[in-house]
């Protein structure tokens, strides 16, 4: 398996803009994670899903931001409009039940000008 | 906010063991504790995980104190590849897959030198 694949792999887009970031998690892995890296806050949780369904988005900062995954093999995060304070690496991880740990994408760094 | 303590830095000479400690003194009875690494502009990696025996892989071991309130991440022979952030992560037992729900802190920067 090729692993968790995010795309773009880096994206700079002025601010006001619409920003979609894109996921395909490990194939049979039926949880999918997105977070967040800043400098000053590290490592966000930001909304994870349970086969397709949103399980906790507590994470996700505003109404800005939002998260789809329409089928088990692709999710979407979005940011509407775009602000410069939401220039970060963005990561995905898939995991399935029965593994003991999360695997991880190579990230989406995002810079808002 | 993350449940554990670690130093912000440390370094190790190549071929050495790497010894790094967390502490986790408010972990409770169904807390496991984890350990990835984050290596420079990738993803973070899971590395090892237990609740209270010591435990081993190929990549290292963990030592976890009979109190549970401290545990050491162990990399018996560094290498500069071994150059990363280090994460100790408190977090419940996950069933059912939802083993990536998890808090981060700021980790411990290992910096392996020749």
């Known amino acids: 398996d090729a692993g968790v694949i995010q795309s773009p792999r880096h994206e700079v887009t002025e601010m006001g803009q619409e920003v979609t970031l894109r996921c395909k998690p490990i194939?049979?892995?039926?949880?999918l994670f997105w977070y967040r890296q800043t400098m000053m806050r590290g490592l966000e949780l930001l909304i994870y899903f349970n086969n397709n369904v949103p399980i906790d988005d507590s994470g996700m900062p505003e109404d800005r931001f939002s998260a789809k995954m329409p089928n088990a093999s692709f999710s979407t995060l979005k940011i509407q409009p775009s602000e410069p304070r939401d220039s970060a690496v963005y990561f995905c991880?898939?995991?399935?039940?029965?593994?003991?740990?999360?695997?991880f994408g190579q990230g989406t760094r995002l810079t808002v000008v | 906010d993350a449940k554990t303590t670690q130093p912000p830095s440390m370094d190790c000479a190549e071929g050495r063991a790497a010894n790094l400690p967390c502490n986790h003194s408010t972990i409770s009875g169904n807390e496991y504790v984890y350990w990835y690494r984050q290596i420079h502009s990738q993803g973070p990696q899971y590395i090892i995980h237990?609740?209270?025996n010591n435990e081993t892989n190929e990549m290292a071991s963990l030592i976890i104190t009979e109190d549970r309130k401290s545990s050491t991440l162990i990399l018996p022979h560094a290498t500069l590849r071994d150059t990363a952030v280090y994460y100790c992560?408190?977090?419940?037992?996950?069933?059912?897959?939802?083993?990536?729900?998890?808090?981060f802190g700021k980790g411990t920067k290992l910096s392996v030198k020749p």
């Open positions: 194939s049979g892995h039926d949880y």
């Open positions: 992560i408190v977090a419940e037992g996950r069933y059912g897959g939802s083993q990536g729900n998890l808090i």
């Open positions: 991880a898939s995991s399935s039940q029965g593994d003991t740990e999360a695997f």
């Open positions: 237990g609740l209270k």
